[in-house]
Each structure stands twice: as C-alpha cells, then as structure tokens.
C-alpha cells in the first residue's frame, strides 16, 4: 500500500514563488507553512508582510496576510495581536526593512513585549530594490551602493539584530538559524515552532532571524552563495539562541 511520505503543507498556497533561483524565501516560507499546520493554528493566523522581496508574501501563505508600510510590521502586528488577541500573529521582515527603516518598530516591540513572533530574514543586503548596502552588510561587502566594499570608517559595522534585541528586558526567546543544509533548516524549524508555541502560551516577543542568501544581488550561483554563507555570513553572524527568558 502506497502512502503519501511528502507534500504541501495546507497553509502554502499550491502556486509558484516569484523568487530568484537560489533564493533561501522559499525555504522559510515552507517551514513556517508546516509549523502553523503542526500546531493547528492556521485558521487563526495572520501574518503581517511589509515592503521587501516578501511583498508577494500574501500569495504564498493559505491564510490571511496583512500588508504593512516599510519597516512597519511591528506596529501592524502590535495591533492586530491587541484586537484579536487569541491571533497567532506574526511579521516576516528582510533585513533592510526590519534593520534600517523599521529598526525603532522591532526594538520598542519587544520592549513592551508585545505577543508576536517576528521572522527577520538577514540576506545581508536589500534584495528588491536592488542590491543596496544594509544595516548588515559586511565589511568589505559589495553592493551598489559600496562598490569597493563596506568601509567600516565611514559607514560603521554590520547591526547585530539578535545580540542587541537580546539585551531587551521584555524579549522572551531570540534566536538565529540558517538554512544553508537539512541539518540547519531542522534547527531552524524547531525555533521557529518554539517561537509560536511560546506566543499561543501567552509569553513575550519572539524573534527568529534566518541567514539567507541572495545569489542574484550578490553576483553568484546559488551554490557559490551557500558557501559565502558559510565562509563569510555565519563567523559574523553566529547561530544559537541569544535569550530565552524560560531557561527551557
């Protein structure tokens, strides 16, 4: 008898991704689709996508999607989480969103603690709009907007989100993964889960941040791109878990 061992998870949507060969979007996208099935919350989801390559977001995901202005998710996710507080609610956010333009958002919301789940894609760069130098773009990174590179004396050093979200008082679980191999999107899987699990418990602020690729902004293959990952994303970027407040 033949049973079904892989599929797609009912919270994903059964259409094409926009995104570029080797983009890491999609990998995400599908884990939180299997976590939101496993914990059987998809009918009481919302996630809240602001301007970045994630705009499409409400495509992809078999649930209700609030679009958000740029930077704004945390805001829109603050209030809907205060409205519909027995919401699973969340914001999926890039880098050059939820680091630069929307970087005063994310810190007060977890200053106050706010009920949310916050999954904060760090590619490095801004994807979208066309391969800008970010707030974590490395030194000596090139982007067209540094074309000879991050210059450190000009332009300072690569914002560590999580290190210094995790020194906020009313953050309950911060935590940095990648999913540049299966043993890593597993890790990645089961903060993510946690991370949701911690908000439908009634516990504080929550954020995932992902290390991604962007091959196409960063001028390679999607197999080059796993290995800058690797050599140059990770040392800068190390994963593990910056708080957990429960001590679980």
Not at 162 to 167: G, H, P
Not at 193 to 204: T, Y
Request: net charge neutral; proline share 6%; glycine share 10%.
């Amino acid at each position: 008898m033949n049973s079904k061992l892989y599929a797609r998870p009912e919270s994903l949507a059964d259409v094409p991704f926009h995104y570029c060969p080797g983009c890491q979007h999609g990998i995400v996208h599908r884990i939180i689709a299997e976590v939101i099935d496993e914990l059987g919350v998809r009918k009481q989801t919302i996630g809240v996508a602001p301007v970045g390559c994630s705009v499409l977001a409400y495509d992809y995901f078999n649930f209700d999607i609030v679009q958000a202005s740029h930077g704004r998710a945390p805001a829109v996710a603050t209030g809907v989480k205060r409205v519909c507080p027995d919401s699973t609610v969340f914001t999926y956010q890039g880098d050059g969103d939820l680091a630069s333009i929307g970087c005063a958002e994310i810190v007060h919301a977890a200053a106050r603690g706010e009920k949310i789940t916050t999954i904060f894609i760090n590619n490095a760069i801004y994807g979208m709009t066309g391969g800008q130098m970010a707030p974590t773009t490395l030194v000596d990174q090139v982007t067209t907007t540094s074309p000879y590179g991050r210059n450190e004396n000009q332009v300072g050093t690569p914002l560590c989100i999580s290190e210094m979200l995790s020194t906020i008082q009313g953050a309950r679980f911060i935590a940095r993964v990648a999913v540049n191999n299966p043993s890593n999107m597993a890790k990645a899987k089961a903060a993510i889960k946690k991370a949701f699990q911690l908000q439908n418990s009634g516990e504080g602020f929550c954020l995932i941040e992902v290390l991604s690729t962007c091959p196409t902004n960063w001028g390679m293959t999607p197999v080059e791109a796993v290995k800058w990952l690797e050599t140059n994303m990770i040392p800068q970027y190390p994963l593990g878990v910056f708080k957990d407040a429960g001590g679980e």
